[in-house]
């Protein structure tokens, strides 16, 4: 068989060359959902109920009945999900070719360790792309703060004090420049959601949601293990659910990984 590239990457694979990075945290009834104030409807967290496990109900299968809100666990949001975006793509239709591309990981993990509520700035991207290069179009922009180490503690992981939730996000001028001066397909990061978590008191409020998805740009959220990404080189593979309608889906989230 002639050699290509699906072959040479089948091989890559094969001999670990090319590793496989899960960038997904598991999904189950304690997985920290987003908490809104009183007055809007949140989401629920997942739940389940059993349909039959071996018994009368079905004796040679097991299966049940999920309940879980589109953006729960580490999730896709689409345009639509956001009002700036509400004439824009659901899940289903985002085209397949844009669920992959390269990871471009922008890690600001010491200064996160020492401001649980950093803002990434523009020159924190300029300063990436003065050491890294250029951003490719069609890459996937992916804020590292190690907030992925708190995802199995809902109060860590939220961190709500007494003005809001105080977690890490990107402020507007950043969140602008991917808009306008680059072409990426999305922008992930480790928290429960795309924005700081005081981000409502922006202008825009809540400007990754508001800008990005307005200009077509996904969102990823609630990412895992960006530690075992470098900087530059890793493909990002996301697969949502094709949900109709779908303003967001959890999503298993994959990096193909050169080995070291």
Same mark, same amino acid.
């Given at each position: 068989?002639?050699?290509?590239p699906?072959t040479?990457l089948?091989?890559?694979?094969?001999?670990?060359s090319v590793?496989?990075?899960?960038?997904?945290q598991s999904l189950?009834e304690?997985t920290?959902v987003?908490?809104?104030p009183?007055?809007?409807?949140?989401?629920p !967290?997942?739940s !389940?109920?059993?349909?039959?496990r071996y018994?009368d !109900?079905g004796p040679l299968w097991?299966?049940?009945v999920?309940?879980?809100?589109?953006h729960?666990?580490?999730h896709?949001?689409?345009p639509?999900?956001?009002?700036?975006g509400?004439?824009?793509e659901d899940?289903?239709?985002i085209?397949p070719? !844009?669920l992959?591309?390269?990871?471009v990981?922008?890690d600001?993990?010491?200064e996160?360790?020492?401001? +649980?509520?950093?803002?990434?700035?523009?020159e924190?991207?300029?300063?990436?792309e003065r050491?890294?290069g250029?951003?490719?179009d069609g890459?996937w922009?992916?804020?590292r703060?190690?907030?992925?180490?708190?995802?199995d503690?809902a109060?860590a992981?939220l961190?709500?004090?007494?003005?809001?939730?105080?977690?890490p996000?990107?402020?507007?001028a950043?969140?602008r420049?991917?808009a306008t001066?680059r072409a990426?397909?999305?922008f992930?990061?480790e928290?429960?959601?795309?924005?700081?978590?005081n981000?409502?008191t922006?202008?825009?409020p809540?400007?990754?949601?508001?800008i990005?998805?307005?200009?077509?740009v996904?969102?990823l959220?609630q990412?895992a293990n960006?530690s075992?990404?470098p900087?530059?080189g890793a493909l990002?593979?996301?697969? +949502?659910l094709?949900?109709?309608?779908?303003?967001g889906? +959890?999503?298993?989230?994959?990096a193909?990984v +050169?080995?070291t």
């Amino acid at each position: 068989m002639s050699e290509t590239p699906v072959t040479v990457l089948m091989d890559a694979l094969g001999d670990a060359s090319v590793q496989v990075v899960d960038l997904t945290q598991s999904l189950s009834e304690r997985t920290p959902v987003i908490q809104l104030p009183e007055q809007f409807a949140n989401t629920p !967290r997942l739940s !389940r109920r059993e349909l039959s496990r071996y018994d009368d !109900r079905g004796p040679l299968w097991a299966w049940s009945v999920l309940e879980v809100g589109e953006h729960t666990g580490t999730h896709i949001d689409a345009p639509i999900h956001w009002i700036s975006g509400r004439d824009g793509e659901d899940v289903a239709s985002i085209p397949p070719r !844009r669920l992959f591309g390269p990871a471009v990981v922008v890690d600001k993990t010491a200064e996160v360790e020492r401001d +649980p509520g950093y803002l990434l700035t523009a020159e924190d991207l300029h300063a990436h792309e003065r050491e890294h290069g250029r951003i490719p179009d069609g890459a996937w922009l992916l804020f590292r703060s190690g907030w992925g180490a708190r995802a199995d503690d809902a109060e860590a992981f939220l961190n709500a004090g007494p003005d809001g939730p105080v977690t890490p996000g990107p402020d507007v001028a950043a969140v602008r420049w991917l808009a306008t001066e680059r072409a990426i397909a999305g922008f992930g990061v480790e928290t429960v959601g795309t924005d700081a978590g005081n981000g409502a008191t922006f202008d825009p409020p809540f400007p990754a949601h508001n800008i990005l998805l307005g200009a077509g740009v996904y969102g990823l959220a609630q990412l895992a293990n960006l530690s075992e990404l470098p900087a530059t080189g890793a493909l990002l593979i996301v697969a +949502p659910l094709k949900l109709v309608g779908g303003t967001g889906s +959890p999503a298993r989230v994959l990096a193909l990984v +050169p080995a070291t």
